[in-house]
Every structure is written in structure tokens, then in C-alpha cells.
Nanobody, 124 residues
């Protein structure tokens, strides 16, 4: 089992920044990458960004150039730095990890473990 705990959400004005963190614990040796997804009210969950243990990253087109994903290997933590936030970034953000999958996936169904989510609200 892998446990994921997100933190860092909150309320921010458009154009502002927030930094989300996801602390992973448990059987993390089988989690070759960690990802962020988000779900806005009335919308489907969507992929945001992912990073592998080798440092390879992948971003959704909607956040490319504004969001940066990174990882702290010593603390088994992944961060999502979100800059130039827009109203449409408002959502619950979830950290997710696969179980044994070695290649990054943008499909939520490929993930076995999910955090509880953290709310990000961008105001005008």
C-alpha cells in the first residue's frame, strides 16, 4: 500500500501562485512516478502533471509554462509549483501513484493510489 497526503491548497487571486506538496509513504518502491490530477465542479477529472523517479516530467497543455512539478527524493515528496494562476485552475487537486506501472500515464484509471485532495480556489 502507498499513502499519499496532499497539502498547500488555498485561496489565491488570479495571477498569483501556490505550491502544492504530496508526501508519499508506504510501499513507494513500486511507484515509478507520481502525478497530479484535478477535478473542477461539474467537470471530469483531468491530468495536470507527472514526474518519474528519474526526473522526467510531463504536463497538460493547459498548465505548461505555468506549473512546475519537482520531487524531493530524501523526503519522498512531490511538489507542484503553480504560477500565473487562472480562474479555470480552480479545482480539487489530487496526488496519484500507480502500482508497478513504469511509464507515465495521463489516464486516471492507471493509478492505484490517490490522496484525499486539496482545494485550490482562484478568485478574480
Amino acid at each position: 500500500q502507498v499513502q499519499l497526503v496532499e497539502s498547500g491548497g488555498g485561496l489565491v487571486q488570479a495571477g498569483g501562485s501556490l505550491r502544492l506538496s504530496c508526501a508519499a509513504s508506504g510501499r513507494t518502491s513500486s511507484t515509478y512516478f507520481l502525478s497530479w490530477f484535478r477535478q473542477a465542479p461539474g467537470k471530469e477529472r483531468e491530468f495536470v502533471a507527472a514526474i518519474s523517479w528519474t526526473g522526467m516530467s510531463l504536463y497538460a497543455e493547459s498548465v505548461k509554462g505555468r506549473f512546475t512539478i519537482s520531487r524531493d527524493y530524501a523526503k519522498n515528496t512531490v511538489h507542484l509549483q503553480m504560477n500565473s494562476l487562472k480562474l479555470e485552475d480552480t479545482a480539487v487537486y489530487y496526488c496519484a501513484a500507480p502500482d508497478g506501472r513504469a511509464t507515465i500515464s495521463v489516464r486516471g484509471n492507471d493509478y492505484a493510489y490517490w490522496g484525499q485532495g486539496t482545494q485550490v480556489t482562484v478568485s478574480s
